[in-house]
């Protein structure tokens, strides 16, 4: 109790903060203050060990290929899950909500910062493109340029160059593999793009960009109609990468997954947390009407 109310007291200094944030200092202890706010949180989350063991218990289901059994292990660890953590709900529902609001703030500068960096990149690599050819061609007109001075008895044969060298020279960045397998999916073929995002993650382990692949595969899936596969690769996205923000999403989509699988119990369970999560989220705006619909369709048939 007494770490609850030191909870509360301190969650309640946060908008005055945020209100105060001019500076890169107070930045700075803006976000100093934040991960002290998130060690007290974590205090009260030892209650929630024994069911978060819960859900590492079915995450080895997702190394494997997709089965029925890893489709039913998720599906009862999430009825259960919050079957459970509503018990504890009430306590921590004011605190966590106040928390996600913070943490939202910075991620989101975080995120974008983040995009701005990984565009920069791409512009980056794109520009030495231009210049290598550039000074290829000038490279070029100065050797004409030399050739022209010499009597024409005395011209050496021009050397043929591959026309694959130029090719050869320009290497893919993973930007550019990415952009690549995206645009497959978008022009409808979907196995290969999945295949590509599948190679994409194993080769290129450490890009930022290996979550959004993660969120495509599963997008692949739900678009063929495999619904149970894409509950599988959307489950991976928010285990495997849980900071990322494309979580919302897959929350959302496995929701409607479950869904098309006539599975109303599990997807309620499933926007009720991600309204919960991330409460600020345009995922959550779409989750609670999602859920109003439930509710009508629901009354209709009774």
């Known amino acids: ?30 976000r100093n203050d934040l991960n002290q706010l998130t060690r007290l949180y974590n ?22 290929s997709p089965s029925k059994d890893a489709f039913e292990a998720i599906r009862n660890s999430q009825i259960k899950l919050n079957d459970q953590i509503s018990e504890i709900n009430d306590e921590l529902q004011q605190l966590q909500n106040r928390l996600e609001e913070s943490t939202y703030r910075i991620n989101k500068t975080l995120k974008e910062s983040t995009e701005e960096r990984a565009q920069l990149r791409a512009e980056i690599d794109s520009l030495k493109e231009e210049l290598a050819s550039i000074k290829e061609k000038i490279a070029l007109i100065g050797t004409t340029a030399q050739q022209k ?14 026309a694959t060298e130029t090719k050869e020279k320009k290497e ?22 999945r295949a590509d995002f599948q190679d994409f993650i194993k080769k290129y382990k450490d890009s930022d960009l290996v979550d959004n692949a993660q969120f495509w595969i599963a997008e692949s899936y739900y678009k063929e109609g495999s619904y149970e ?14 900071k990322s923000n494309k979580v919302p999403g897959a929350m959302l989509k496995q929701a409607y997954s479950f869904l098309k699988l006539n599975d109303t119990n599990t997807a ?35």
């Open 1 to 30: 109790m007494k770490t609850l109310i030191r909870w509360l007291l301190f969650v309640g200094t946060v908008p005055v903060i945020f209100g105060c944030v001019t500076t890169t200092s107070d930045y700075t202890a803006l």
């Open 43 to 64: 205090e009260q989350q030892k209650e929630l060990v024994a069911i978060k063991q819960q859900v590492i218990d079915y995450k080895s289901f997702l190394d494997r």
């Open 149 to 162: 001075t010499v009597p024409q008895t005395q011209q050496p044969a021009p050397q043929a160059q591959p």
């Open 172 to 193: 893919l960045t993973p930007f550019d593999v990415y952009q690549a397998a995206l645009k497959k999916l978008e022009q409808g073929k979907i196995k290969e793009a």
């Open 229 to 242: 596969d894409a509950i599988l690769e959307y489950d991976a996205l928010i285990n495997k990468y849980p």
């Open 268 to 302: 309620r369970v499933i926007l009720n947390r991600l309204i919960q999560r991330f409460p600020n989220s345009k995922e959550a705006e779409l989750a609670k009407k999602k859920l109003e619909s439930i509710s009508k369709a629901k009354k209709k048939t009774q």
